[in-house]
């Protein structure tokens, strides 16, 4: 028999908007931060992710009750998630006090889709498509155009940084698009075994969020030395990372980790605009031309394949309905 990929572009569809929606709210967490500058980027992160984090087990504990079963089945994967969880924020939040938004931003999401693909062709088999290839080409090449007029911009004038401090940011960078990468896949996993979204998320952000409330008892002093920092902070924790990745995880039940790294590389491209349009940074022309390439890239990745294959049975169909409209991979 045959099937119209349509049937399944409906789903992926909906999780692919799904995380560029998340990443339009992540990418307004470093000109949010911009209202807070008394506050330090560890503080920043641990408040944000922590009680975001917090606030997502809340919601699903009592769907994480019922999972609990085969939420102990997979506690490595668990575990492995909320590891990576407690880590990103510090490396994240660092990399853009020391190199930049721009540049920090950049590098910790433009690397995250090679280390999703990397983790995914060794742990899950899979093989990359050239769909998918063409996208991240393009939304690689359009990062390292963002992260070069950054990097430029950030050299220029009195406020210019040492290349040392650089050069940590973007190996903190580096860390960051790494563990990125790893709770991403940790979260499909859990997913694509039957565990639901809501529980597989509440689980891991919960429990990485217990590994950064330390940080936040130590660092956090600042944010409630006023009103304005107060307010950031509550912002960061609601808006980005709880309502951000409620719908991430959302996506994740309908594509891949490597996938929907890839799309979140909206993210530097909205931060970069939101810091010439709120902030009053410049971007140079070479970080428009990486804009538009990162857009291509999305369309790349967003727009349905029109095409009809033939299965030999009902599980045939279903799995392969998915696959050929999943911009990544299929099973090597």
């Known amino acids: 028999m045959t ?6 572009a409906r789903p992926v569809g909906l999780g692919s908007l799904c995380i560029l ?23 920043i992160g641990a408040a944000a992710m922590g009680v975001g984090g917090l606030l997502q087990a809340l919601v699903a504990a009592r769907r994480v009750a019922v999972e609990r079963a085969g ?7 668990v575990l492995l998630g909320a590891l990576a969880v407690g880590a990103y924020p510090p490396a994240f939040y660092s990399s853009m006090h020391l190199a930049g938004v721009a540049v920090g931003t950049v590098v910790s999401i433009g690397s995250a889709p090679l280390a999703s693909a990397l983790i995914e062709r060794a742990v899950d088999g899979r093989r990359l498509t050239r769909r998918w290839t063409a996208g991240a080409s393009l939304g690689l ?41 790893v709770y991403s896949w940790a ?41 304005s920092n107060a307010a950031v902070g509550v912002y960061m924790a609601l808006v980005p990372m709880f309502a951000g990745y409620v719908l991430f995880g959302w996506g994740l039940a309908h594509v891949p980790a490597s996938t929907a790294t890839t799309l ?13 349009l709120v902030v009053g940074e410049r971007l140079p022309l070479l970080g428009w031309a990486g804009t538009l390439l990162i857009v291509g890239c999305l369309a790349v990745l967003t727009v349905p394949v029109r095409r009809t294959r033939r299965v030999r049975n009902v599980s045939a169909t279903s799995e392969s309905g998915a696959g ?5 991979a299929d099973r090597g």
């Open 3 to 8: 099937r119209p990929a349509g049937r399944a």
């Open 21 to 43: 929606l998340a990443s339009v709210l992540w990418g307004t967490t470093g000109t949010a931060a911009t209202f807070a500058p008394g506050v330090g980027p560890l503080a």
């Open 71 to 77: 939420l102990r089945a997979q506690r490595g994967v």
């Open 141 to 181: 090449a359009g990062t390292a155009l963002l992260c070069a007029a950054g990097a430029a911009d950030a050299h220029s004038g009195e406020g210019a940084r040492s290349v040392g401090a650089t050069v940590l940011g973007v190996g903190l960078g580096l860390v960051a698009g790494l563990t990125y990468a």
């Open 187 to 227: 979260a499909h996993r859990l997913i694509s075994r039957g565990v639901a979204s809501g529980a597989a998320m509440g689980t891991v952000f919960g429990l990485g969020a217990l590994l950064l409330l330390p940080v936040l008892l130590v660092t956090g002093g600042p944010l409630l030395h006023s009103w």
């Open 264 to 276: 979140s590389l909206l993210e530097p491209a909205v931060a970069a605009v939101l810091a010439v």
């Open 324 to 328: 050929s409209l999943l911009p990544h």
